[in-house]
């Protein structure tokens, strides 16, 4: 693994904002980053970021299978009483999944080490299955990189793969979101294309347009049913708000499922390493309200059972605390996880997110920052395999 410079492609924001990928600042600041690349081995994908976001994937299910036959595990990772047996019925229904994103520590000499497992939506999808893909086409065309180079990029393939197993005769379907956060509202316009490959028909509604009729039934801006619907819009929050009391009998098909608010959840942290100690993918973990933390002394990352972009990630060396990004998720139960610092390449933090679609491997996307907690403005970097 290596981090090497490259130079810009002359027209790269222009076809950016020509194929909606907007966001490639934020706040002023350079999102997406191709002044430099980082290069792997085949080896350190197949066997130290393939592999084991598989087995990691494997892992959660398993524990989903657990937790949704627990009361007290259920109340461990804040599900909401009275949406619990929601969340339980959707895993035993058998609801089908789309994709998660596992983010992982990797220096390319060790194991993969999980911070933490984005499972719910869908943030960097778009960079990670598109554009970084077309920065590799154009630097094989330009002769920059050899011929055979390739990537670990698989997900748009198995994306629109996995919409057909999951509605194999086709037929309409929502995608929601805010209409005025581009970001979110550019994302689910990718997946509504990604949908529409796979022969569905997709149709946007606003979060806030989504109404309810007299039979309980969720109906879009001009009255029609809604069966399918992927939201753009955490768990954590619907559980607690007025969408999540008509879910239980609205007869609708909601991507993500809810029993990936299970997973969506830095408490499966502790709830892995209890059962899987020493494991070399996983960092030792526990509920700050058990008094076992204490075996990680005085150097950890504290964090919110949700929590977003690093907000309100604290980390704690030798009992001096880093500055805190307040993103209001202060309050309520933590964590806390043995301190891993990302890996640091030319004076960059990086990590990556390992994506999988239904229960298989599909593709990674980078992120640096100059900081040590990746952030909404952490920037995002293209990747190839060279041998």
């Known amino acids: 693994m290596q981090r090497l410079k490259f130079d810009p492609r002359p027209d790269w924001q222009a076809r950016a904002d020509s194929l909606g990928f907007t966001w490639h600042h934020v706040s002023g600041e350079q999102y997406w980053d191709e002044t430099a690349a980082y290069a792997f081995s085949m080896q350190q994908i197949e066997d130290d970021l393939e592999a084991p976001t598989e087995a990691l994937h494997a892992m959660c299910l398993d524990l989903v299978d657990e937790v949704v036959k627990s009361e007290r595990l259920m109340a461990d990772l804040d599900i909401p009483e009275a949406m619990r047996d929601y969340v339980a019925d959707s895993w035993k229904r058998g609801e089908p999944s789309l994709y998660g994103r596992f983010d992982?520590?990797?220096d390319g000499t060790g194991p993969a080490k999980?911070?933490?497992?984005?499972?719910?939506?869908?943030?960097?999808?778009?960079?990670?299955?598109v554009f970084q893909w077309l920065w590799l086409e154009d630097q094989i065309a330009s002769g920059v990189l050899?011929?055979?180079t390739d990537q670990f990029n698989s997900l748009h393939e198995k994306l629109v793969s996995r919409f057909r197993t999951i509605f194999p005769n086709g037929?309409?379907?929502?995608?929601?979101?805010?209409?005025?956060?581009?970001?979110?509202?550019?994302?689910?316009l990718f997946l509504e294309d990604l949908a529409k490959q796979a022969g569905l028909d997709p149709q946007f509604v606003a979060l806030g347009d989504i109404g309810l009729n007299a039979d309980g039934r969720f109906v879009d801006h001009e009255n029609w049913l809604i069966g399918a619907l992927f939201k753009l819009y955490p768990w954590e929050q619907m559980l607690r708000?007025?969408?999540?009391?008509?879910?239980?009998?609205?007869?609708?098909?909601?991507?993500?499922?809810?029993w990936k608010s299970l997973i969506s959840n830095k408490g499966?942290?502790?709830?892995?390493w209890e059962r899987h100690p020493g494991h070399p993918n996983l960092l030792e973990a526990y509920f700050e309200s058990d008094p076992a933390h204490s075996r990680l002394?005085?150097?950890?990352?504290?964090?919110?059972?949700?929590?977003?972009?690093?907000?309100?990630?604290?980390?704690?060396e030798r009992g001096?605390?880093?500055?805190?990004?307040?993103?209001?998720?202060?309050?309520?139960?933590h964590i806390r996880q043995a301190l891993c610092p990302p890996a640091r390449f030319d004076d960059n933090h990086v990590i990556i997110g390992s994506w999988v679609v239904g229960d298989e491997a599909a593709g990674i996307g980078l992120r640096e920052d100059d900081t040590r907690v990746t952030r909404n403005t952490s920037r995002f970097l293209p990747h190839f395999i060279r041998d």
């Open 241 to 258: 708000d007025d969408y999540a009391r008509p879910l239980p009998t609205a007869e609708v098909t909601v991507l993500e499922p809810a």
């Open 268 to 272: 499966i942290l502790p709830l892995l």
């Open 146 to 148: 050899p011929a055979e």
């Open 114 to 129: 999980l911070y933490e497992y984005n499972a719910d939506t869908p943030t960097s999808v778009y960079e990670t299955a």
């Open 104 to 106: 992982f520590f990797y």
């Open 297 to 316: 002394g005085s150097s950890y990352v504290r964090k919110p059972l949700f929590s977003r972009e690093g907000a309100n990630v604290e980390l704690v």
């Open 171 to 188: 037929g309409f379907m929502h995608f929601s979101s805010e209409p005025d956060f581009v970001e979110d509202r550019q994302t689910v």
């Open 320 to 333: 001096v605390a880093d500055p805190v990004l307040d993103g209001g998720y202060g309050d309520g139960i």
